[in-house]
């Protein structure tokens, strides 16, 4: 049995991931263990709420797929609320060997849904494509995708497949992209060969976070909203140092010389704004207090990277996202009607030649709990917000849900009769994200920190923003994975995360990409 508490800073998905863990791997009593989160809600960017009778909101939507590892190994010990005696992970394979649901990113082309998409690049693209994957990571600290990928290939289909499915930009990181194209190659195949993805029986937050909250709740873990922490005081220990005392607003926890802290360094979400139905979202002003306090961990002790880096331009990490709540509405069965076999995959769409770069999520209803029969909830996002819509003329910044909808009817070439039929009664509201994309940012070595830092004696690092080796981030698996490393840095004795699996590593499978990549596109679409 594990002596002293356990405090989770942040209430994301590392840390109930975490808490999952020393309870299930380590003996810890659940009454040792408390999670602060600075928020009124847990689940971090994992969110999904109903603010109104006839109103969803979903900030994101996160990808998830068979080589998640340590996310399905955590999920594999948590009940189901949806299949009794079943665990999320049953739940979750269950679900989708109903639904058969196939993996899909699809492309809205001159009024029609081709899932045509990857190929089609050029011998010297394609060369300077495979100098890139070959490039050792260190040599790229710093560097941009547009420094290592020439101008002609951001006009390809493969651009557009990869930066619509994982929100790449050619000014982030040229280091991550290659890890995505690496730690993803499996998705880079033709249609037919693609592995699927895993989606959940209804949002997120409903099907994974609420029901681990549950479970840790009912071991006796505490969980605490709105307690932001400030701050850490360090103090020296040995060749080494831990922390002493944790500063919430108001209070203050002295830590004992068992205790041990897990810290979540920044967010994607912080300072996240939502709109209304008739307007758009306003300028993102807020506070960031996962970042401020990264921020003053940083200056108080050596090894926690520099979360600056994330920061310096959020002009280039920002995007927005938008939710369609429709009544009496058909935009599924529409979606599925411009596709040549009349599927409704869960499929994301990228409505080709959009300024803003619109992307929309078809998604299997109902998205919530006791959502009510004949009430649609479709997910979108636009990658470039600045630029005037091609329908509306007006920047997504700026646009109302109206203006939105103008847009997307425009795309779907609808006319007045079939918008009405298949928008019903629809609302859409927007939500900026200023940091969204700010751990695709160029870095270099040291900028996101280790797990356990040396000289770390009670305390080690989670999330988005530190360092694990050929994962990636943006996904869950990446701070499912950091909790793992984590728990397992302090806890001796527990067994250790699995590998990541390397599809890159497969020679029949990176000979097919390769081919695949050859061939010539049909449509070259100009972003």
Request: proline share 7%; glycine share 10%; hydrophobic share 40%.
């Amino acid at each position: 049995m594990q002596e002293g508490r356990h405090i989770f800073v942040g209430g994301g998905i590392a840390s109930l991931a975490g808490a999952a863990l020393l309870l299930r791997d380590h003996g810890v009593n659940g009454d040792d263990i408390v999670i602060l989160e600075a928020s009124g809600q847990i689940g971090g960017s994992l969110d999904a709420t109903q603010p109104g009778e006839d109103t969803y909101l979903v900030r994101g939507a996160r990808m998830f797929e068979e080589h998640f590892v340590c996310t399905l190994d955590l999920l594999a010990g948590i009940p189901s609320p949806d299949l009794a005696g079943k665990s999320l992970r049953d739940d979750l394979l269950s679900f989708n060997d109903e639904h058969k649901v196939p993996y899909a990113f699809d492309q809205l082309v001159d009024g029609q849904i081709l899932g045509r998409h990857s190929g089609g690049l050029t011998m010297s693209q394609v060369a300077s494509f495979i100098r890139m994957m070959f490039t050792p990571e260190s040599r790229l600290d710093g560097l941009r995708i547009s420094q290592c990928l020439p101008r002609s290939y951001f006009d390809s289909e493969h651009w557009l497949a990869a930066s619509t499915a994982f929100a790449f930009q050619p000014w982030h990181s040229a280091a991550e992209f290659r890890r995505y194209m690496h730690r993803f190659l499996h998705f880079l195949l033709p249609p037919e060969l693609r592995a699927p993805i895993l989606s959940t029986r209804y949002n997120q937050n409903e099907s994974l976070v609420a029901p681990l909250k549950d479970w840790l709740t009912g071991a006796g873990v505490e969980i605490r909203t709105n307690a932001r922490v400030t701050a850490a005081r360090f103090e020296a220990e040995g060749s080494g140092q831990r922390i002493a005392e944790i500063l919430l607003e108001g209070q203050s926890l002295v830590l004992g010389k068992q205790d041990r802290v897990y810290l979540t360094l920044g967010s994607m979400t912080d300072g996240a704004v939502f709109g209304a139905a008739n307007a758009a979202p306003p300028v993102p002003t807020g506070p960031l207090p996962a970042w401020e306090f990264w921020d003053q961990l940083a200056q108080s002790a050596p090894g926690f990277g520099r979360p600056q880096t994330f920061l310096a331009e959020r002009h280039r990490t920002e995007w927005q996202s938008f939710t369609l709540t429709l009544k009496n509405g058909a935009f599924g069965a529409y979606l599925s009607s411009l596709r040549r076999d009349a599927t409704w995959p869960s499929a994301l769409v990228s409505l080709v030649g959009s300024p803003w770069r619109l992307a929309l999520l078809q998604i299997k209803q109902p998205h919530f709990r006791g959502q009510p029969e004949g009430t649609e909830v479709i997910w979108g996002y636009a990658l470039r917000q600045d630029l005037p819509g091609l329908f509306c003329g007006v920047p997504m910044t700026e646009a109302t849900g109206p203006q939105i909808l103008d847009e997307i009817a425009g795309f779907l070439r609808m006319d007045a009769e079939t918008r009405t039929r298949v928008y019903g009664e629809a609302t859409v509201i927007g939500c900026r994200m200023p940091l969204i994309t700010s751990q695709f940012l160029p870095r270099a070595k040291g900028d996101r920190p280790e797990i356990r830092a040396d000289g770390a004696v009670n305390y080690a690092c989670m999330g988005q923003f530190v360092e694990l080796p050929h994962d990636t981030v943006f996904t869950v698996e990446y701070s499912v994975r950091s909790a793992w490393h984590a728990v397992a840095s302090l806890n001796p004795g527990g067994p250790p995360p699995p590998p990541v699996l390397r599809p890159d590593l497969d020679p029949a499978l990176i000979a097919r990409a390769l081919r695949y990549a050859f061939q010539a596109a049909s449509v070259r679409p100009t972003l």
